[in-house]
């Protein structure tokens, strides 16, 4: 099982939808949460992370923890054609290291 | 903007050869990491080092591969006789001390092994 787990998508959706991206976490040890966004062919650039359970927000961004279930969700409210991109889910280990997901590819649509 | 750099941003080489890439980081920043991410796959972490000093190495990186951060500023990171599977996008990000949870990427160098 890998620590962290999440749907590859892809996931459509119209523009000025709210998007739901989730994943889910193995390590009860991981307490910092971070979302990237990734376009194609470039480097990966965080969103926001989160320490233990709860929400932030961010803009038009709200990461969200639970820690009991081990989730991790991401909500995009107003969504525009410029959100497409591949977004990862991380957690951070002991040892200072990022565990990513396989990252969730997003389309929104016109 | 200084974010992170690296160089080059393409690289096209064939099997056997050696390559060297070059990473930049945020000046104020004391950790250096490198990652590794493959098509359809999220980044997976090579080695970093805090400073000069090189804490940690991957099980990924085997005899062939070595990084270099001699000054603890820029770091270099080189592959030798290069094999079809190092085919990748190779990422370098940068934190503050104690901040692994905000570390910043630079925009890749991708290799392509013929």
């Known amino acids: 099982q890998k620590e962290v787990e999440q749907d590859p998508g892809p996931l459509s959706v119209p523009e000025g939808a709210i998007v739901s991206l989730n994943c889910t976490y193995s390590?009860?040890?991981?307490?910092?949460f971070m979302w990237y966004r990734q376009y194609s062919r470039k480097g990966p650039e965080l969103l926001m992370y989160?320490?233990?359970?709860g929400n932030k927000e961010d803009g038009r961004f709200t990461a969200q923890v639970d820690k009991s279930s081990k989730y991790i969700s991401l909500f995009i409210r107003d969504s525009q054609p410029s959100d497409s991109a591949t977004y990862l889910c991380?957690?951070?280990?002991?040892?200072?290291?990022?565990?990513f997901g396989k990252g969730t590819r997003l389309h929104i649509l016109p | 903007d200084t974010g992170v750099s690296q160089n080059p941003r393409h690289k096209i080489t064939k099997r056997g050869q050696n390559v060297t890439f070059r990473c930049d980081p945020i000046?104020?920043?004391?950790?250096l990491y490198w990652y590794r991410q493959t098509l359809g796959q999220g980044p997976e972490f090579l080695t970093y080092?805090?400073?000069?000093?090189?804490?940690?190495k991957s099980r990924l990186l085997s005899d062939r591969f070595s990084a270099e951060r001699p000054k603890g500023s820029f770091s270099t990171l080189e592959i030798q006789r290069t094999e079809q599977g190092d085919s990748a996008m190779y990422l370098c990000?940068?934190?503050?001390?104690?901040?692994?949870?905000?570390?910043?990427f630079g925009p890749g160098t991708r290799l392509t092994v013929t």
């Open positions: 000046s104020e920043h004391n950790r």
């Open positions: 991380a957690s951070l280990n002991r040892d200072d290291k990022i565990i």
């Open positions: 080092f805090q400073n000069e000093a090189q804490l940690e």
């Open positions: 990000a940068s934190s503050g001390p104690g901040q692994g949870y905000e570390q910043y």
């Open positions: 390590n009860s040890a991981f307490q910092y």
């Open positions: 989160t320490y233990s359970s």
